[in-house]
C-alpha cells in the first residue's frame, strides 16, 4: 500500500501551532507529525522519513541554542534537509534558524515588530512556486525581536524596510519572518497573552484588534493559498521517492 506523504512539524511553544496551515495540508492527504520539543523528546525517525519540515515560531531564540537542549536537535534536522532538498519551510523563529543553518548571523532588530505591519514582495517572488502566493505587498502578522543576514547565495523575495522577511535557502527551503499559519482567533488569544508587548510595541491592543477586523479574512486566504502551495512541493518530493 502506497504511504501517505508525512511532514515533521516543529512546535515550540503551545500558543503558536500550524494553526491555518493545518487546513490545506490535510486537504492534500499530508500526515502531519507534530514534535512538541518542549514536551515530547526529539523524533527518533531520520529527515528521510519525511516529505517535508515546518519549523514554527518559538519564544527562544537562535542566540539562546546552548540553553535548549532541542535547538542542537532542529538545527541538524534543517542542515539534513537542506542537504537532502526535503521541503523545509520556517516561520519566525524558524526562519532565524534557517539563516543561522545556512551560515549567516542572527542578532537582536534595531527595530522589534509586534502585530501588523505590510511587507513588500519583490519580482523574484512571483516567480516562486510558493512565494508567489501571498501576493505583491501582503499585510502580514509578527512577533519578533530578532533578525539575520541573508545567508551566501540565498534569493530575498520580500522586506519591511530593512529587515528581511521572506527568502529561500537552495531549491527547497523558504523562510519567512512574519507568522503566516496564525489566524484570528490566535492573533486574539495573544492580544491577550502578551498585552504588555502589544501595548508598547505595537500602538496597543484596541489599535491591533482593529487591523485585525480589517484584515484577516484576506490574510486567511493568503494562508491558505500559500499552505496549499507548501503542500503541492511536499506532494511533488514525496512522488519523486
Known amino acids: 500500500m502506497t504511504r ?5 512539524v516543529i512546535q515550540h511553544n503551545l500558543d503558536d501551532h500550524l494553526n491555518e496551515l493545518a487546513l490545506p495540508l490535510m486537504q492534500a492527504g499530508i500526515d502531519v507529525v507534530p514534535w512538541d520539543v518542549e514536551n515530547q523528546p526529539a523524533p527518533t525517525e531520520p529527515v528521510e522519513a519525511f516529505d517535508g519540515v515546518i519549523s514554527l515560531g518559538a519564544i527562544a531564540g537562535v ?3 546552548s540553553q535548549h537542549t532541542w535547538m542542537p536537535i532542529e538545527r541538524r534536522i534543517f542542515e539534513r534537509a537542506l542537504e537532502l532538498e526535503v521541503p523545509l519551510l520556517g516561520i519566525c523563529f524558524g526562519s532565524q534558524l534557517l539563516a543561522s543553518a545556512a551560515g549567516a ?12 505591519t505590510r511587507v513588500e514582495m519583490n519580482a523574484a517572488a512571483k516567480s516562486d512556486a510558493v ?7 501582503p499585510s502580514v502578522f509578527h512577533f519578533h525581536y530578532d533578525t539575520f543576514d ?5 534569493e530575498l523575495f520580500g522586506v519591511t524596510g530593512d529587515i528581511k522577511q521572506a527568502f529561500k535557502v537552495g531549491p527547497k527551503a523558504w523562510g519567512m519572518q512574519f507568522h503566516i499559519e496564525v489566524g484570528a482567533a490566535a492573533m486574539f488569544s495573544w492580544f491577550a497573552t502578551y498585552a504588555r508587548e502589544f501595548e508598547k510595541l505595537a500602538g496597543g491592543v484596541d489599535h491591533q484588534k482593529a487591523l485585525t477586523n480589517e484584515y484577516w479574512a484576506d490574510y486567511r486566504a493568503r494562508s491558505l493559498a500559500f499552505g496549499e502551495a507548501y503542500a503541492q512541493e511536499v506532494l511533488a518530493y514525496a512522488a519523486m521517492r
Do not use: C, Q
Not at 4 to 8: E, F, N, Q, T, V
Open 150 to 154: 541573508l545567508p551566501t547565495g540565498a
Open 63 to 65: 542566540m539562546e541554542e
Open 105 to 116: 548571523e542572527v542578532y537582536k532588530s534595531a527595530t522589534p515588530e509586534v502585530g501588523w
Open 131 to 137: 512565494m508567489a502566493a501571498l501576493g505583491d505587498s
Open 4 to 8: 501517505s506523504p508525512r511532514i515533521l
